[in-house]
């Protein structure tokens, strides 16, 4: 069923991309054909939108999204190193999979956060195109590298800890509950342990 298509005069409505068989692009808004280069446009002015199959009605944002990713990606400039992707693709089917992606999701949220009111501190200071707003932005981007990889390691190093104090909580837990439990051929506990070492002496 096809979703309803998004009225023009209202300036927050859902703006609605239709996408047909021949692999083209309808934006309703402007009643013309786009290309997947418009929608990385949306994208970038934050625009809300959304990706139908014309036919069925499908959502099909994130199969454009990927697709403009992707190019990305084969543009020289990559984001993904290949042990990062190597990484994302063992997530899938993992029993850790729901929690990868919410991990990802906060981090590049907090990231953009941060970017967002440095740069909207710049411009209270200086302008919008005031020199010393865009040199002192620049020096920033800089430094940014470093000061963002370092605060990241120690948020992963953090992480690890934590991880690895749940692991040795599940493995207690694991232990306590299958320490009074006995299973033909195997010792039942510490208690039948010692028994027998005093019945031998």
Same mark, same amino acid.
């Given at each position: 069923m096809a979703l309803p298509e998004a009225k023009p005069d209202s300036p927050h409505a859902?703006?609605?991309i239709k996408k047909y068989p021949n692999r083209r692009l309808y934006d309703t808004k402007t009643s013309s054909y786009i290309t997947l280069a418009d929608v990385k446009q949306m994208v970038l002015k934050q625009e809300d939108f959304q990706v139908v199959d014309a036919k069925s009605g499908d959502d099909l944002t994130r199969q454009i999204l990927l697709q403009i990713i992707l190019e990305e990606e084969s543009a020289g400039m990559p984001l993904f190193s290949s042990d990062l992707l190597s990484h994302l693709i063992r997530s899938y089917g993992n029993a850790m999979q729901g929690m990868m992606g919410s991990y990802l999701e906060r981090n590049i949220r907090a990231f953009q956060d941060i970017q967002k009111a440095l740069q909207d501190q710049?411009?209270?200071?200086?302008? !919008?195109?005031?020199?010393?707003?865009? !040199?002192?932005w620049a020096q920033f981007m800089n430094l940014q590298?470093?000061?963002?990889?370092s605060l990241m390691q120690a948020y992963m190093e953090q992480s690890q800890k934590v991880f690895s104090q749940f692991q040795e909580q599940m493995?207690?837990?694991a232990r306590n509950m299958f320490s009074g439990l006995s299973f033909p051929g195997f010792p039942s506990g510490g208690k039948d342990?010692?028994?027998?070492?005093?019945?031998?002496?």
């Open positions: 859902m703006r609605l710049s411009q209270r200071m200086y302008g !919008d195109n005031s020199r010393a707003s865009q !040199d002192l590298g470093p000061a963002m990889q493995q207690s837990q342990k010692d028994k027998s070492e005093s019945d031998k002496s």
